[in-house]
C-alpha cells in the first residue's frame, strides 16, 4: 500500500525523534546545532504541523544519519502535505471525522470492536441513514445525506488494489438492535455476511453467552500504519471522538482486542449466527 501524506508526515516525526535520541542530543543541544528553536523541533518530533526539509537534512547530518537514512527522511519531508478525497466536499465536515478521515485513508489495517452499531465501512446506506437520524435529531435531510455520502465513500477503501485488512468483532447485541426496521436489518446482516466472505475482512461475533468482556468501556477501533508506532485508537464519543497515540495506551487498547478476539466466536460460527438472527427478523 502506498504511503499517504499524513502518514509520511507521522512516519517523519518519529524517525526524527528516533535518530536525535540515538545521538543522546536533548532537544536544546539538536536545535542549537542547526540553527532552529526548541519549540520548532519538537513540533517536527510532534507528527503534525509542516516541515522544511532543508531542517530534516540538516538535523539528519547532525544526528550522523546515513546517506540512505537522510535521503528517505528528506523525502518524507517533501511529501508530507495533509490531502485527501474529502478536502475538495463543498459542505464541511466536523474535525474529528477530518482526522479520522486522513488516518483512515493510509492505514493498513482496522481492528474494530462494536457493542452499539455495525462498523461504518460495513455499514449500508440504508442502515447508515437510520443511525444518523437517532443520532443527530437536529440534523437537516441534506446533513444527514452528507453524512451518509461520506460514510459511502469510506467504504471504497475495502475496494483498492491493496486493501487495509479490516477484523471486526461485533457484540451480539449489535446484530439483535433493529436499527431501521426489520427489512433494513434484515438487509444489513446479509451485507455483513456477504462482506465477511472477502479476504480482507474478517468478522467474529462476540455472544451474550460469553458473559463480561475485556471492553466494557465501549467501542473502539485501532487504525494501524505501516509501522508499530504510527498506530492510532481512536474512541467514538457523544462529543465527538479521542484519538490516542501514547504507548501505554495503545497497549491496552490492543491488549483488550486480543482477549476480544479469543471470546468471540468462530468465524463459520460467527457467520451461521448472522444468518440465524437475519431469518427471525
Not at 508526515?9 to 543522546?24: I, S, V
Not at 462476540?206 to 468482556?213: C, N, R
Not at 462529543?239 to 471470546?263: D, H, I, V, W
Request: hydrophobic content about 40%.
Amino acid at each position: 500500500m502506498a504511503i499517504g501524506p499524513t502518514t509520511r508526515r507521522r512516519q517523519l516525526g518519529a524517525d526524527l525523534r528516533r535518530l536525535r535520541e540515538r545521538k543522546g542530543f536533548t532537544l536544546e543541544d539538536a536545535g542549537a546545532a542547526v540553527g532552529i528553536s526548541k519549540a520548532t523541533l519538537s513540533r517536527y518530533e510532534t507528527k503534525e504541523g509542516t516541515v522544511k526539509w532543508p531542517a530534516v537534512d540538516a538535523l539528519c547530518r547532525t544526528y550522523g544519519a546515513s546517506a540512505q537514512e537522510r535521503e528517505s527522511l528528506v523525502e518524507l519531508a517533501k511529501g508530507a502535505k495533509i490531502q485527501g478525497w474529502w478536502r475538495s466536499l463543498a459542505d464541511p465536515i466536523p474535525e474529528s471525522m477530518n482526522l479520522m478521515l486522513t488516518l483512515e485513508d493510509e492505514v493498513v489495517r482496522e481492528d474494530h470492536y462494536a457493542c452499539m452499531y455495525v462498523p461504518g465501512l460495513l455499514q449500508t446506506r440504508a442502515y447508515a441513514e437510520a443511525v444518523h437520524r437517532a443520532s443527530e435529531m437536529r440534523c437537516t435531510e441534506h446533513e444527514i445525506a452528507h453524512m451518509v455520502d461520506i460514510r459511502m465513500k469510506r467504504q471504497e477503501l475495502l475496494s483498492r488494489e491493496d486493501p487495509p485488512h479490516l477484523w471486526a468483532v461485533i457484540d451480539e447485541a449489535v446484530l439483535r438492535r433493529v436499527v431501521g426496521g426489520p427489512d433494513v436489518m434484515r438487509e444489513q446482516l446479509r451485507h455483513l455476511a456477504g462482506r465477511a466472505e472477502s479476504p480482507h475482512v474478517t468478522l467474529q461475533v462476540l455472544p451474550f453467552a460469553g458473559g463480561a468482556h475485556a471492553a466494557a468501556v465501549g467501542s473502539f477501533v485501532i487504525l494501524g500504519g505501516p509501522t508499530p508506532e504510527l498506530d492510532v485508537v481512536y474512541v467514538d464519543l457523544i462529543s465527538g471522538g479521542l484519538f490516542m497515540e501514547k504507548p501505554a495506551e495503545l497497549t491496552r487498547y490492543k491488549l483488550a482486542f486480543e482477549y476480544l478476539r479469543a471470546q468471540a466466536l468462530s468465524i463459520p460460527a460467527s457467520t451461521a449466527l448472522l444468518d440465524r438472527v437475519a431469518k427471525e427478523l
